[in-house]
């Protein structure tokens, strides 16, 4: 079974610039959740997907954040216009049930 | 606030000691409780899990224990290895909706 998989695996952008980074969720996982982790900090929660609808995106810092899950299958994070604050390693899991998360190994971001 | 906490940064052992990685949570509504260890380049990968009508459950090696009364989690590695030197975190989950909450994390520095 193939595992969570996230693209790119860095990406270097400078402040002001877009960035969309994609989640493929384990093939059958309705649930599929974004969390970062920011500067060494804790991981922190950014939403959850049920198929293709947002159950809760409390998590969500700013408007610069969009998360789409289309289809519900993959899922991408754009964050437009990226700021230096957002620089952190961006992960994403996927679960069948309420609990059985798999995690892919992230996103470093870097804003510069 | 609501939220997971660690009481050490950096635990360093000596390998074949045993391990032990402590963490508080102050919410009392949280069900479901996780351990993940992180690798250098990966993500969160699953260690053991516990539910809050149990004080102890124990895996290969690893063994969780629940405190309710206090809020306190433990997790015990034993005969501890040079590769299980990662970053651990807890997590947990409130009793309604499925976002993880997770501590800030414990560093493990196995010694050979």
């Known amino acids: 079974e193939a595992g969570v998989t996230q693209f790119p695996s860095h990406s270097v952008i400078e402040k002001g610039q877009t960035v969309t980074l994609r989640c493929d969720p384990i093939?059958?996982?309705?649930?599929l959740y974004w969390y970062r982790r920011v500067m060494g900090k804790e991981i922190k929660f950014l939403l959850h997907?049920?198929?293709?609808?947002?159950?809760?995106e409390s998590g969500m810092p700013n408007n610069r954040f969009l998360a789409e899950r289309t289809g519900g299958t993959y899922s991408t994070l754009k964050v437009q216009p990226a700021e230096l604050e957002d620089s952190g390693v961006y992960f994403c899991?996927?679960?069948?049930?309420?609990?059985?998360?798999?995690f892919g190994s992230g996103t470093r971001l870097t804003v510069v | 606030g609501e939220s997971v906490g660690l009481h050490l940064p950096t635990l360093s052992v000596q390998e074949g000691d045993n391990s032990i990685i402590n963490c508080a949570y102050s919410?009392?509504?949280?069900?479901?409780f996780i351990w993940y260890k992180q690798e250098s380049g990966k993500g969160p990968q699953f260690i053991i899990d516990i539910r809050s009508n149990m004080d102890k459950r124990q895996g290969q090696r690893v063994t969780v224990l629940l405190n309710k009364t206090v809020k306190h989690l433990s997790l015990q590695i034993a005969a501890t290895q040079p590769g299980d030197s990662a970053v651990y975190f807890c997590a947990e989950k409130y009793e309604y909706g499925n976002k993880l909450v997770f501590g800030a994390g414990t560093i493990l520095r196995v010694k050979s």
């Open positions: 997907f049920v198929k293709e609808s947002k159950q809760d």
């Open positions: 093939s059958g996982h309705d649930n």
């Open positions: 919410n009392s509504a949280s069900d479901y």
């Open positions: 899991a996927s679960s069948q049930d309420m609990n059985g998360y798999t």
